[in-house]
């Protein structure tokens, strides 16, 4: 095991990380609701509507939110209402707008060239959070997923917030999480397309400390384009990461938007059931997705 990981994984100390815990497991409580911030302006968001949002964020690092039907379709009133979280750093992707918003639907339905990324299409998403293949300093801290039409059938979005996840794996096998935090764990392949390097090789841990003092995880349950340590210890930890994922963790949520809803987070796992449109004619599921270098800002607007 490398010394540099403590016996805490990405803590400098044992008493560090029962701080942290005891904080994390205290502010999360009991009780809690999934029900949907309603936001009547987006563009000009009360204090309250402000209050709700920011205490889920900040016990379990999502929320979700309801627009006033009038927004419902609008990528403008979903970008405002971040900015007003203090999430205005965008992160564009090959498949984004110039305003760095990604229609996610189904391109495999119409005329359109099917991408050959699984996200544009209906099929399933596994566990994974954002941008795991980016390099450091390119990290999807946040994002923002939008529910502008959903589909005829399926497409929930299963949620788990990494953190409780961490602490879940620190108490039941503390050996195989410090196995997460080294910092050779997933290598990420360069990604070429017609000759043209799209991305270079990334190599990096599953969690680590992020610079503004919050745990970060780069996580996914893909096959493909991602090559594990060659160690006995970090496949275990893989593998066991696996299995809590596919059991009934009690903060485990599963959601499926309506239209106008959205999630806010501050990346943490998830995934996407399969779904189905009911009829090619008609409007299939189109959720709008930006993604931000920050977290959410949890002080006042
Ligand atoms: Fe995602």
Redesign the pocket.
């Known amino acids: 095991m490398d010394s540099s990981i403590a016996a805490s994984g990405v803590f400098t100390s044992t008493r560090q990380f029962l701080a942290w815990k005891k904080q994390k497991l205290d502010g999360y409580g009991s009780e809690y609701t999934n029900l949907p911030v309603n936001i009547a302006d987006p563009f000009r968001i009360r204090e309250d509507e402000y209050t709700h949002l920011v205490e889920q964020v900040r016990r379990r690092n999502f929320v979700l939110y309801r627009l006033d039907p009038e927004y419902s379709e609008s990528p403008q009133a979903v970008m405002a209402l971040c900015r007003q979280l203090g999430l205005v750093s965008t992160i564009g992707n090959p498949e984004s707008g110039q305003d760095h918003v990604s229609y996610i639907h189904d391109r495999t339905r119409g005329l359109e060239n099917p991408s050959r990324y699984i996200p544009y299409t209906s099929k399933p ?1 596994n566990w ?1 959070t ?1 941008g795991y293949y980016y390099p450091e300093n390119h990290k999807v801290r946040s994002f923002v997923m939008h529910c502008a039409h959903p589909a005829g059938s399926g497409g929930e979005n299963g949620l788990i917030d990494h953190e409780m996840l961490y602490i879940q794996m620190q108490e039941l096998a503390p050996e195989l999480a410090q196995c997460l935090c080294l910092p050779d764990t997933l290598t990420i392949p360069q990604n070429v397309e017609q000759g043209k390097v799209l991305r270079e090789t990334f190599q990096g841990p599953v969690y680590s400390m992020d610079e503004n003092g919050c745990l970060y995880m780069r996580f996914t349950q893909r096959r493909h384009h991602i090559i594990w340590k060659q160690c006995s210890k970090v496949t275990q930890a893989i593998a066991f990461l696996n299995s809590m994922l596919s059991s009934p963790l009690p903060w485990k949520v599963t959601v499926r938007l309506a239209r106008g809803e959205g999630i806010l987070c501050n990346n943490i796992l ?1 995934c996407r059931h399969a779904y189905s449109d009911l009829h090619p004619e008609t409007s299939g599921r189109l959720l709008y997705r930006i993604r931000f270098h920050e977290r959410m800002s949890l002080g006042h607007p």
Do not use: E, M, R, Y
């Open positions: 998403l994974h954002d998830h």
